[in-house]
């Protein structure tokens, strides 16, 4: 390369991509693939029928901006495509036949002017046969494999990359050029090489690189060539790639298709600027790359003697005729509440896309419990002063039974014996279909046999009662709370699953799914904060320094898809923005800690399909709004009160403007803080503002019966009726009465469940004045005074 730039040594070090002299790290390239390839993409199972092909021919174009994958274009529906499973032949070059004027031909234009006709007669040059002998003396150095077959397990690293798993594939000379061709060759036309039949693609994968050629493997003199006669220039051969057995796709993702602009200027990041969004690596070569690799390594270390501890698996030669299933990893930085990290984590996941139904796996459900019940647990330990502990199950999913026969290729970086030898899952394995339900059958097994009961009003909750002493146990998959006024019962429950499971006692919650958990026994209150979700957050989406503002929309904001991009320089400007992504952050705050939020991630979250400039300045706002409210927390105090609820409903009649429907919300508060809450357009048009109140209130009345179940099996059983505060009196006389019924008639029947319940007593409509109505704020956009007195009845404060 300095020989190329005619510089000194001394220049050597300057010669960085911009990538490296920001970061301090050269850039990873792993998926980095030659433009204009051919490609096999993945189509999903709903995207065909049972006997199609599982894969379509099309051309490699580049990178979309806002996902992790590739763009494609398929030459048959004219239509490109986003996918990240696909498999690539960077040997062929398929192109379109088109009427314009192609680089190559501009190219043959200037090399043969028109005014000097073309030669007539042929030419001869000399190249070096196939069998060269320079390419014979490689092959026994490119075949030899290092033995990694004895002595204890250890990484088997070349250069900081794992070894390949199989044996190099031997260098072979490369094609000659496209005009060094032998007229008896088929030409296929241009545009056309779709339409050819042939057998099944080979996926074609990069060699690793090749060891460098020293002096005895060069010949001294290049062996005589024969010359090769060629005729006139003409369009290069179409290859087809040749079959192949036992192929499975790598991890399907759905696939993307621009029909209304198929001629988009489709273009995207390298897969590196993604990771460095993410944070964490993506790849296992990324993660050995990283200047973490040292402690990446001990992780995948850790995690592969794990597996092997706990009989995850048993290396098999694979049978004739079975497939074996990818492998990969997943690299996880675990960080406390403030930021910090706690640890490195490496898991060896299964790639489950490639597996068979109804041969590989069955059934995959596997119950995950409520946002809204995990605030319950612990609104009612605040309020009872109970004692809360955190348990976390390692490597859960490697703790089911697999009822079926599954191989599974060695996991990159730790492999044993030849090609051929696979893994044998005898456990479950992340990233299987039946991982999660496999786990959830053991955990649900040995809960049982400790003495648990499992609730009906949500599955992933299970109680140990004996007398006054009980156990409140949410599961969130492998992560466990364990909620009660008894030490020692706690201890010996932890110390039973621990017969069973390795785990971690995390010892008093503080952290959760995410969440920060902040206690005060003397006041009996808990306080629950996202602060450093938010930081994190608006560092990503580059708002960190951004103004704050007092609301979460702009009072009487009103927004609708007709906002769409409607200029070319819009459109060009939306897609660089993170839209999508950014709706998806702000949801997960909105459903865990902040009920604040709610109506305007909703809202905006309804101009997805096609965002624009106003949109996006709406998604500003709302971190403008978090900017200035990050520290605000979601709290529950049981002083002097006991476990009871309160509820709130509102509607905002035919606030749509794109289909007239109208925004119902409800919100559910208990010890002072927001247990429940909801904010979503009603799925009919409503023709008055009463039917948008009393279709809203038939949602809060289901709430409230859950509520009352939940509570129950608890141990928290509610005595006389629930209040249900609405500030529409008509509504609360048509669940009252079957007043208006010549204008409420048309309604289903099911809006009419109501009037039971509340005829029952199990529910009461109370009215309160709309200026003290919460539930406002989850479905309109409201000046800063009475965002601050939803705030206040929310439970969310500041200390």
């Not at 000399?126 to 033995?147: G, H, K, M, V, W």
């Not at 006669?229 to 621009?258: F, K, M, T």
């Not at 200047?291 to 990446?296: C, E, F, G, S």
Request: charged share 20%; glycine share 6%.
């Amino acid at each position: 390369m300095l020989a190329q730039a005619n510089l000194p040594v001394r220049f050597w070090g300057r010669y960085k991509t911009p990538f490296e002299a920001w970061f301090g790290r050269k850039p990873d390239l792993s998926r980095f693939r030659v433009f204009g390839c051919t490609a096999y993409v993945f189509v999903q199972r709903d995207k065909r029928k049972k006997l199609e092909s599982h894969m379509q021919k099309c051309i490699f174009v580049g990178y979309p901006p806002d996902y992790s994958a590739w763009t494609f274009y398929n030459p048959v529906t004219q239509q490109f495509i986003i996918s990240e499973c696909a498999e690539f032949d960077e040997r062929v070059f398929p192109g379109l036949s088109t009427k314009e004027t192609t680089p190559s031909a501009q190219l043959q234009l200037l090399e043969t002017p028109a005014s000097q006709p073309a030669p007539s007669n042929s030419i001869s040059l000399p190249i070096a046969p196939e069998d060269s002998d320079t390419f014979q003396t490689l092959l026994p150095r490119l075949n030899t494999l290092p033995n990694t077959s004895s002595g204890e397990l250890k990484p088997s690293f070349s250069g900081r990359f794992a070894s390949s798993s199989s044996p190099p594939a031997p260098l072979v000379p490369p094609a000659p050029p496209a005009i060094l061709r032998r007229s008896q060759r088929e030409v296929k036309k241009p545009g056309e090489w779709w339409k050819v039949p042939g057998p099944a693609p080979r996926p074609y994968e990069r060699p690793q690189r090749a060891p460098s050629l020293t002096p005895d493997l060069i010949p001294a003199s290049p062996p005589p060539a024969a010359p090769v006669v060629l005729p006139e220039p003409a369009p290069a051969p179409q290859l087809v790639p040749p079959p192949v057995d036992n192929w499975e796709p790598r991890d399907p993702s759905p696939a993307i298709a621009d029909s209304d602009d198929s001629d988009n200027d489709l273009g995207g990041y390298a897969e590196v600027h993604a990771a460095q969004v993410g944070g964490d690596p993506r790849t296992f070569k990324q993660a050995m790359a990283s200047p973490q690799a040292q402690h990446w390594e001990a992780a995948a270390a850790d995690e592969i003697l794990t597996l092997i501890a706990n009989g995850t698996w048993e290396l098999v030669e694979l049978p004739p005729g079975e497939k074996a299933i990818p492998s990969g990893w997943v690299s996880k930085t675990k960080r406390t509440s403030t930021g910090d990290v706690e640890r490195y984590k490496g898991r060896v996941v299964a790639k489950g896309c490639s597996q068979r139904p109804g041969i590989d796996y069955d059934d995959t459900y596997s119950p995950t419990f409520r946002a809204a019940t995990l605030r319950t647990t612990l609104a009612a330990a605040g309020i009872e002063d109970m004692e809360l502990r955190s348990v976390d199950i390692s490597a859960a999913f490697t703790n089911g039974d697999l009822e079926e026969v599954i191989y599974m290729r060695q996991p990159e970086g730790f492999h044993e014996g030849g090609p051929n030898i696979v893994c044998r899952l005898k456990k479950s394995l992340y990233g299987l279909k039946q991982a999660a339900r496999q786990w959830n059958k053991k955990l649900h097994s040995v809960l049982l046999e400790l003495g648990f009961t499992r609730l009906q009003s949500d599955r992933s909750v299970y109680i140990y009662a004996k007398g006054e002493v009980r156990i409140i146990m949410p599961v969130y998959i492998d992560d466990i709370t364990l909620a009660s006024k008894n030490t020692a019962l706690l201890d010996q429950t932890v110390l039973d699953l621990s017969k069973h499971f390795k785990l971690r006692d995390l010892g008093e919650t503080k952290f959760l799914l995410g969440v920060e958990v902040v206690r005060d026994r003397a006041n009996r209150s808990i306080s629950l904060s996202q602060r450093q979700y938010i930081i994190d957050m608006l560092e990503r989406y580059s708002m960190a320094e951004c103004n704050p503002v007092g609301t979460p929309l702009a009072p009487g904001t009103k927004l609708s898809k007709t906002m769409h991009p409607q200029t070319q320089e819009e459109i060009d400007y939306m897609r660089t923005v993170p839209y999508l992504s950014a709706v998806g952050s702000l949801n997960y705050l909105s459903t865990m800690t902040r009920p604040d939020i709610s109506y305007a991630v909703g809202y905006l979250g309804r101009f997805s399909s096609n965002p624009g400039p106003r949109h996006w300045a709406a998604v500003k706002h709302l971190f403008r709004y978090l900017k200035g409210s990050m520290d605000y927390k979601l709290t529950y105090s049981g002083k002097d009160t006991s476990v009871v609820f309160d509820t709130y409903c509102d509607a905002s009649h035919g606030d749509c403007l794109d289909s007239g429907r109208s925004t119902g919300g409800y919100l559910t508060v208990m010890g002072g803080g927001a247990i429940g809450w909801s904010s979503k357009l009603q799925p009919i048009v409503a023709l008055s503002s009463t039917e948008a109140e009393y279709m809203v209130a038939t949602e809060a009345a289901k709430e409230i019966l859950w509520m009352r179940n939940i509570l129950h099996e608890f141990g928290f059983p509610q005595h006389g009726a629930s209040p249900l505060h609405i500030d529409n009196q008509s509504a609360i006389s048509v669940s009252k009465n079957p007043e208006h019924f010549g204008r409420m008639k048309h309604l289903d029947l099911r809006f009419f469940w109501l009037r039971d319940v509340v005829e029952e007593g199990t529910i009461a409509p109370l009215h309160i004045p709309g200026t003290e109505q919460p539930a406002d704020a989850l479905t309109k956009a409201l000046a800063l005074p009475q965002i601050r007195l939803a705030r206040q009845r929310m439970g969310l404060v500041v200390d």
